[in-house]
């Protein structure tokens, strides 16, 4: 049975012809009617995954501790904006705030607490996760909008929500990859006519087999770049975590997920997350390119276990009893751990900023 958004593109395809990779996913997550954010809460047990923060408060806690390191090191400014776009259900923010209400009472007091959120349903729900520190935060349909003066962003599973483009090795080169439909009246991936800048492609391009994806995220580079001049502006340090990749490569990363599984990409359009990984050697790139200075890259796992959170969970377990000890320490293995498929491989920290600082736990500039 076709989603009710299925139903809608096919009707536009009908009309207009095959649609980029691009619209089809701006469609499923941001449709007026059936886009997949307009419509639910995703976020949780509840929903369709479970966000690094909703694992466990170690998390946010880790985040809180690195930028007070970063405002340290930038001299403790004033009128500093704490901002986050793409909050979720406000849980990284208030775990964050948590911490920085400890470590440095100075910058809480002096500070002003924004986030970027467009869904009134989600809003609601990070006023309600913020309690005590509702009063403090000014909503903002986008970063634009912020206020000036200097910043300290976190950005946890945005980019990978941001629209990316896809190109396919064909025998007359590469050509954007589309959505039609097929003999069945099916949604289905098509070559279409439109091409790439060569320039674009990784070296070895000419050398990859017909059927090879390369995928490109303009859109991706567009927010670092706003972020970016923003903060070469009035100084300042932000913080991207994504699944993704360090180097740019070819390989199709589009995927759905449904209840916590993965899902084929044009199965279930508006019911299902979209997202593709990230390319953090295009979006270091793109921050560089605005006037900022690349901190470095890290894996998830040595991020966290660089600021600490071995220790911090230990003193949380501490005069626990034996099951809250276990349950902690398995959200420090699924936070950090390595290995294939666990979340400190997969996910990347990008950290990026005004001034050529050596913050920890990143490798010190030569």
């Not at 089809?24 to 007026?32: E, G, K, R, V």
């Not at 466990?56 to 690195?66: N, Y």
């Not at 064909?170 to 990859?177: A, L, Q, V, W």
């Not at 070819?250 to 199965?267: C, I, R, S």
Request: proline share 6%.
């Amino acid at each position: 049975m076709p989603t009710p958004l299925a139903r809608k593109i096919k009707a536009l395809i009908r009309i207009n012809g095959p649609i980029s990779i691009t619209d089809y996913f701006a469609l499923c997550l941001a449709d007026p009617e059936h886009g997949y954010y307009r419509t639910r809460d995703p976020f949780g047990r509840a929903g369709d995954f479970v966000t690094a923060p909703e694992v466990s408060q170690l998390f946010g806690e880790m985040l809180g501790i690195f930028l007070v390191h970063a405002w340290q090191k930038h001299g403790g400014p004033a009128e500093v904006r704490i901002a986050e776009i793409g909050p979720g259900r406000g849980t990284m923010m208030a775990d964050m705030l948590r911490v920085i209400v400890k470590l440095a009472p100075q910058l809480y007091e002096t500070a002003t607490i924004h986030l970027i959120e467009t869904s009134p349903k989600l809003r609601a729900l990070q006023h309600e996760t913020l309690g005590m520190h509702a009063a403090r935060v000014t909503w903002h349909d986008s970063f634009e909008e912020l206020p000036d003066g200097f910043v300290l962003l976190a950005a946890n599973e945005l980019f990978d929500a941001i629209p990316i483009r896809q190109f396919i090795k064909t025998p007359s080169g590469f050509r954007e990859r589309m959505v039609g439909l097929d003999a069945e009246d099916e949604l289905t991936f098509a070559a279409g006519v439109a091409g790439i800048d060569p320039a674009l492609l990784p070296d070895h391009h000419k050398n990859v087999p017909d059927g090879t994806i390369f995928e490109i995220a303009p859109a991706r580079e567009a927010v670092m770049a706003t972020i970016g001049e923003r903060i070469a502006r009035f100084g300042g340090t932000a913080l991207a975590i994504d699944y993704g990749h360090f180097v740019t490569g070819f390989g199709d990363t589009l995927q759905a997920v449904l209840k916590h599984d993965f899902d084929p990409p044009l199965a279930h359009p508006g019911e299902a997350d979209l997202t593709s990984h990230v390319d953090f050697e295009r979006l270091a790139g793109a921050a560089a390119a605005a006037g900022l200075h690349v901190h470095g890259m890290l894996h998830q796992g040595d991020f966290l276990v660089g600021l600490g959170i071995g220790e911090r969970a230990s003193a949380l377990g501490r005069h626990r009893d034996e099951a809250t000890q276990q349950s902690i320490l398995n959200d420090v293995a699924r936070l950090a751990g390595s290995g294939a498929g666990k979340m400190g491989d997969l996910f990347k920290v990008l950290a990026v900023g005004s001034a050529s600082l050596s913050l920890f736990p990143f490798r010190q500039p030569d």
